[in-house]
């Protein structure tokens, strides 16, 4: 039932994003900004981490949750350490991902010739 | 040129307006069904989830990590896949097809930046690779950082509880 979630919640993240790109006929660098503001704003409300509870990997795989872990970093910082942790921890939750996909794409730049 | 400016008043003028450019453009472009464009975004990014979704299960199980302790090294490895994929040229090909089902989930952020260091590494290593990473992904850590920031400014101002 899991998988099902997933799939339903991480599609219709993904149509909602097609339909930005068909319909309002945006760019995909506009697309992708306004998925992740999206998502921080969802987080602010309290609506993302339900969703994670809900969908699994279907929330949490799409570029919203970006977002919502940038947001969630930084509110959980406010919480620990007052005001200046809004700077400090935006980034702790979603290191891993920045953080992968520098050093996967510079070592992929360093032995791979581009193709087409 | 002079035969262009004794012809004037009998020919039509050769360059259209712009309204005149939109429709023509318009009847040109290739018809593209919104629902089934809709379709491909849904079953690619549902299934890229669904890998997600079966990779964390599979963390949880294996290293006994708890579904959020699980989310990160997840994203890792589907960034991990993306970048073997857009070095074999699959990614970019599997774009084509699905528009934003493979755009939307973190593994499109991560064939952006790859696809834009494979482009940019005939310009060096610093200002080629260095430099244009972030070409396309940039918008959205810049956008996401300031929404971000704004949210907690907002918690701060009218101080509201963090998570």
Redesign the interface.
């Known amino acids: 039932m899991?998988?099902v979630w997933?799939?339903?919640?991480?599609?219709?993240?993904?149509?909602?994003?097609?339909?930005?790109?068909?319909?309002l006929r945006l760019t995909?660098?506009h697309?992708?900004?306004t998925?992740?503001?999206l998502?921080?704003?969802a987080?602010?409300l309290?609506w993302y981490?339900p969703l994670i509870e809900f969908?699994?990997?279907?929330a949490?795989?799409?570029?919203?949750?970006?977002?919502n872990a940038?947001?969630?970093?930084?509110?959980?910082?406010?919480?620990n350490t007052g005001?200046i942790?809004?700077?400090t921890g935006?980034f702790k939750v979603t290191s891993?991902?920045?953080s992968?996909?520098?050093i996967?794409?510079?070592l992929?730049?360093?032995v791979?010739?581009?193709?087409? | 040129m002079a035969t262009n400016t004794a012809g004037r008043g009998k020919f039509k003028p050769l360059s259209m307006s712009s309204k005149e450019y939109k429709t023509f453009a318009k009847q040109r472009e290739p018809a593209r069904s919104v629902f089934a464009n809709c379709v491909r975004a849904f079953v690619t990014g549902g299934l890229i989830c669904v890998l997600g979704q079966a990779i964390q299960n599979g963390y949880m199980s294996w290293l006994k990590l708890s579904a959020t302790q699980a989310a990160n090294p997840t994203v890792a490895t589907l960034i991990f896949i993306s970048v073997l994929l857009t070095c074999l040229g699959v990614y970019d090909r599997l774009a084509q097809w699905a528009g934003a089902g493979s755009a939307v989930p973190v593994t499109g952020f991560a064939n952006s930046m790859c696809s834009a260091a494979l482009e940019h590494r005939a310009e060096g290593l610093v200002l080629g690779v260095g430099g244009n990473m972030f070409k396309l992904a940039g918008s959205v850590i810049v956008y996401g950082t300031v929404a971000a920031f704004v949210i907690g400014l907002i918690h701060v101002i009218f101080g509201i509880r963090g998570h």
């Open positions: 899991q998988f997933a799939f339903v919640v991480g599609g219709g993240i993904c149509v909602l994003g097609q339909l930005m790109f068909d319909v995909p660098a697309t992708m900004s998925l992740v503001v998502g921080a704003i987080d602010a309290g981490e969908a699994g990997a279907g949490t795989v799409p570029i919203t949750s970006f977002g940038l947001v969630h970093g930084a509110l959980t910082e406010l919480q005001p942790g809004v700077i935006m891993a991902g920045i992968a996909a520098i996967f794409s510079f992929a730049a360093l791979v010739r581009p193709k087409g």
